[in-house]
């Protein structure tokens, strides 16, 4: 079979690939359009998030037989065209959850003791301890909404602590000895912090909305290290403004492109982000909770071990 790498991976994506018999070819700068006007010569596309897999594109993949996503996530890809053409998708979320998991922990941990604040103070000659007295994890209830690889993962590290940990997903069954299973309403009425963990989809974008929000019945923490479109941002300033929510870690914004590699499309900062990258009690990072060292290796074998398996037995 012969595959097309449209962006940069580990190489030993390739490696095993060439190991397995495949041709590997790679167009790292080439443009959507270019790329459209060959991928009917290939049998395989690996890519992370540098366009949309929509439906013109897919029409003119008529050879393809399977799309390798290294990512948690499917949503720059039309799924459901793609699966009524015998298309196989290999996602990897399995590869970055740990990282994940180790992230939003960090962001948490940070925000109670205010170590990004603390940090900046000392640096610029400034000591102050009794303004950066922190508070303890023990004793909270944490809230993890969408308990699939991700949330998994969070609820994991957890368990060091004397907490209670939730999980609320659309999907039921999916609690372990990790997390309790509830419905919203449990979840609103005992919740201390709220980590987002789930996918993009028409029913996540923009679902932390300001009645979302009020509907909780403490003031909460606030976690997002999973799609920025799920979080109506200008709301949540107006939540961290009340003391509604107490404070916010957010590894993603809603401002991304869908590529994941840029934020703003010109210099005009929105609003909401100006209040953002001021506010003592909130963290920002750049998309980078399933980024480290390791996770790199293992979103490359996840999907490679995904595609053998599923063309390699059929041999």
């Not at 690939?17 to 290939?42: P, R, V």
Request: aromatic content about 8%; proline content about 2%.
């Amino acid at each position: 079979m012969r595959i097309l790498h449209v962006d940069v991976n580990h190489p030993l994506i390739i490696e095993q690939f060439n190991a397995l018999g495949y041709t590997n070819d790679e167009e790292y700068t080439a443009s959507k359009q270019e790329i459209e006007a060959k991928i009917h010569e290939y049998d395989g596309l690996i890519i992370r998030s540098r366009f949309s897999i929509d439906r013109p594109f897919l029409e003119k993949a008529t050879n393809l037989k399977f799309i390798g996503r290294l990512g948690a996530g499917l949503e720059n890809i039309d799924v459901d065209f793609a699966k009524s053409n015998d298309i196989f998708l290999a996602a990897a979320p399995e590869g970055n959850r740990n990282a994940v998991g180790e992230h939003t922990l960090g962001m948490l941990l940070s925000l109670f003791n205010k170590l990004n604040k603390a940090d900046k103070e000392v640096r610029n000659g400034k000591w102050d301890r009794e303004g950066n007295r922190g508070i303890e994890l023990d004793g909270k209830t944490v809230g993890i909404i969408g308990y699939g690889n991700m949330g998994k993962a969070f609820a994991k590290k957890l368990k060091g602590f004397d907490i209670e940990v939730l999980c609320y997903d659309i999907k039921g069954g999916v609690g372990n000895e990790d997390a309790r299973q509830v419905g919203i309403m449990e979840l609103k009425q005992k919740c201390d912090v709220i980590s987002l963990h789930v996918p993009q989809t028409p029913e996540t974008i923009g679902m932390i909305t300001t009645e979302f929000i009020n509907s909780f019945q403490h003031n909460f923490w606030l976690l997002n290290t999973a799609r920025g479109k799920c979080v109506v941002t200008e709301d949540v300033v107006n939540a961290l403004k009340s003391g509604k929510i107490l404070g916010a870690g957010l590894d993603v914004l809603e401002y991304e492109k869908t590529s994941f590699e840029n934020m703003f499309t010109d210099n005009e900062l929105p609003e909401a982000f100006k209040y953002l990258i001021k506010a003592d009690n909130v963290l920002l990072t750049p998309h980078i909770g399933g980024w480290t060292a390791e996770s790199k290796i293992k979103l490359a074998q996840v999907v490679v071990d995904k595609i053998k398996n599923q063309f390699q037995v059929k041999r």
